[in-house]
Nanobody
Framework: QVQLVESGGGLVQPGGSLRLSCAASGSILSIDAMGWYREAPGKQRELVAATVNGGNTNYADSVKGRFTISRDYAKNSVYLQMNSLKPEDTAVYYC??????????????WGQGTQVTVSS
């Protein structure tokens, strides 16, 4: 089993910055991809940013140029630097990871979520 533990959420004013962190722990051979999703009240969960082995990244159009995703492979961690935050970025942010447990067994995991509120 694997646990994803997120941190770094909170309340910030429009135009401000936050940095989210997510660390994976447990029985991990490797992690193919890690990413961040968010879910705002009344909306479906959506991809914010993701990164795969090799360094390729993918961002939602709404956050391009403002958010940056990065990974620390040694620590099985992923980070989301969020700049120029807007009220519409308010949501619960979830960490996601595609974990390889063995050569023929992999599983997708979610963190518990961290609240990000952008408000004056």
């Amino acid at each position: 089993q694997v646990q994803l533990v997120e941190s770094g959420g909170g309340l910030v004013q429009p135009g401000g910055s936050l940095r989210l962190s997510c660390a994976a722990s447990g029985s991990i051979l490797s992690i193919d991809a890690m990413g961040w999703y968010r879910e705002a009240p009344g909306k479906q969960r959506e991809l914010v940013a993701a990164t795969v082995n090799g360094g390729n990244t993918n961002y939602a159009d709404s956050v391009k140029g403002r958010f940056t995703i990065s990974r620390d492979y040694a620590k099985n961690s992923v980070y989301l630097q969020m700049n120029s935050l807007k009220p519409e970025d308010t949501a619960v942010y979830y960490c996601n990871a595609d974990v390889v447990h063995s050569f023929n067994f992999r599983k997708n995991y979610w963190g518990q979520g961290t609240q990000v509120t952008v408000s004056s």
